[in-house]
């Protein structure tokens, strides 16, 4: 069955760098795309950044456009979320969700969600 | 940047009809999708592209998307749909985004 499973949140001063890891199995990894969506604390859904099935393509929310970069390695079912110059605002649930379209070079939508991974900024 | 506006509540009767809708320019040219989340849970895809329901997803959901407005409509609601529903969709400025989400209640 397919399982994302994400790791690396914490708690972090403002300013500094955290790395987040969502593991996957279940399906053939490297032909499908991975999101990060992250959830404020009693907010709503909010998409944070999309790598297409190869990595060839990088997508990025512009709340953190600049501040951070997804990588994949199709050899390990990893994808990585590097979160650089965290803010308060970064505060929230980072879930990472696999795209449904096999090769998809744009999002259709979201059909598999791991359990999520909490990120608190602050001092 | 692309918007999608949601009502933040749908308050619905059991047995009865709730509709939610997903307002946004033109985005009935886009493919919409829906998904439900529960409380303390991740969220579940429930409709894409616009009308399809993923294996699993009850009947009782269904979906359309035309003009400005996307909307999910939950046929002979139950009290185990009580959930946050957020709609979804793609734009080529803005890539991927998510609407404001309706809470909706079973009572």
């Known amino acids: 069955q397919v399982q994302l499973v994400e790791s690396g949140g914490g708690v972090v001063q403002p300013g500094r760098s955290l790395r987040l890891s969502c593991a996957a199995s279940?399906?053939?990894?490297?032909?499908?795309?991975i999101h990060w969506v992250r959830q404020a604390p009693g907010k709503g859904l909010e998409w944070v950044s999309f790598?297409?099935?190869?990595?060839?393509?990088?997508y990025f929310a512009d709340s953190v456009k600049g501040r951070f970069t997804i990588s994949r390695d199709n050899s390990k079912n990893t994808v990585s979320l590097q979160m650089n110059n965290l803010r308060a605002e970064d505060t929230a649930i980072y879930y990472c969700?696999?795209?449904?379209?096999?090769?998809?070079?744009?999002?259709?939508?979201?059909?598999?969600w791991g359990q999520g991974t909490m990120v608190t900024v602050s001092s | 940047s692309y918007e999608l506006t949601q009502p933040p509540s749908v308050s619905v009767s059991p047995g009865q009809t709730a509709s939610i809708t997903c307002s946004g320019d033109?985005?009935?040219?886009?493919?919409a999708c829906w998904y439900q989340q529960k409380p303390g849970q991740s969220p579940t895809l429930v409709i894409y592209?616009?009308?399809k329901r993923p294996s699993g997803i009850p009947e009782r959901f269904s979906g359309s998307n035309s003009g400005n407005t996307a909307t999910l409509t939950i046929s002979g609601t139950q009290t185990l749909d009580e959930a946050d529903y957020y709609c979804?969709?793609?734009?080529?400025?803005?890539?991927?985004?998510f609407g404001t989400g309706t809470k909706v209640t079973v009572l």
């Open positions: 033109n985005l009935g040219d886009k493919y």
């Open positions: 979804q969709t793609w734009d080529t400025s803005t890539a991927c985004v």
């Open positions: 969700a696999r795209e449904r379209g096999i090769f998809a070079v744009a999002s259709d939508a979201f059909d598999f």
């Open positions: 279940g399906f053939t990894f490297r032909d499908y795309g």
């Open positions: 790598i297409l099935f190869d990595g060839t393509n990088k």
């Open positions: 592209q616009n009308d």
